[in-house]
T-cell receptor, first 115, second 112 residues
Framework: DTEVTQTPKHLVMGMTNKKSLKCEQH?????MYWYKQKAKKPPELMFV???????INESVPSRFSPECPNSSLLNLHLHALQPEDSALYLC??????????????FGPGTRLTVL | KQEVTQIPAALSVPEGENLVLNCSFT??????LQWFRQDPGKGLTSLLL?????REQTSGRLNASLDKSSGRSTLYIAASQPGDSATYLC???????????FGTGTRLTVIP
């Protein structure tokens, strides 16, 4: 199984709502990533988890809160978002942080719209 | 900071044509380079990964090459098909970094 799954596929939320994005992989990967992608732009890294610990936070606003409950799951909690946060949110995983194993596998993404 | 460029930004070819997509990076100290395909509104599909010690990788009709000294990688697609229409992204992993430096992509359209 080389699949990364993400739910929901689409999410529309108001600026006062609290919602969560979910990501799951069953490849035994120990590194997981959140990316944000705006239209016609490449993905931008937000967070990296390695062995269930946050190892990189790319200066992301606190209204985005990641969580890694176990080695297969990655959540992104959203609160008080702004319309400019509307984007495609991508989850990825790789076997390890080590470069030789660092082929990243991406999920289908969650299309987020903030009203 | 690593900068990755893909030229052209868009490319249209008739079905059956062979084509080459280009990727350039400014810092040759990379660990690997990965090529992805992205359909509109969808996630990224990994096509090929070339380690820094390798010169090329092949998968079916796809062949990717890597020349670290010149800071270039190419993705060759043989006998293109309409189903190959998508945006193709390259991404370089730099030494000491945990993330990928993505290019801006080439949007490919294969005309039946």
């Amino acid at each position: 199984d080389t699949e990364v799954t993400q739910t929901p596929k689409h999410l529309v939320m108001g600026m006062t709502n609290k919602k969560s994005l979910k990501c799951e992989q069953h490849m035994g990967h120990r590194a997981m990533y959140w990316y944000k992608q705006k239209a016609k732009k490449p993905p931008e890294l937000m967070f990296v988890y390695s062995y269930e610990k946050l190892s990189i936070n790319e200066s992301v606003p606190s209204r985005f809160s990641p969580e890694c409950p176990n080695s297969s799951l990655l959540n992104l909690h959203l609160h008080a978002l702004q319309p400019e946060d509307s984007a495609l949110y991508l989850c990825a995983s790789s076997q390890d942080r080590l470069a030789v194993y660092n082929e990243q596998f991406f999920g289908p993404g969650t299309r987020l719209t903030v009203l | 900071k690593q900068e990755v460029t893909q030229i052209p930004a868009a490319l249209s070819v008739p079905e059956g044509e062979n084509l080459v997509l280009n990727c350039s990076f400014t810092d040759s100290a990379i660990y690997n380079l990965q090529w992805f395909r992205q359909d509109p509104g969808k996630g990224l599909t990994s096509l090929l990964l070339i380690q820094s010690s390798q010169r090329e990788q092949t998968s079916g009709r796809l062949n990717a090459s890597l020349d670290k000294s010149s800071g270039r990688s190419t993705l060759y697609i043989a006998a293109s098909q309409p189903g190959d229409s998508a945006t193709y992204l390259c991404a370089a992993k730099g030494a000491g970094a945990n993330n990928l430096f993505f290019g801006t992509g080439t949007r490919l359209t294969v005309i039946p």
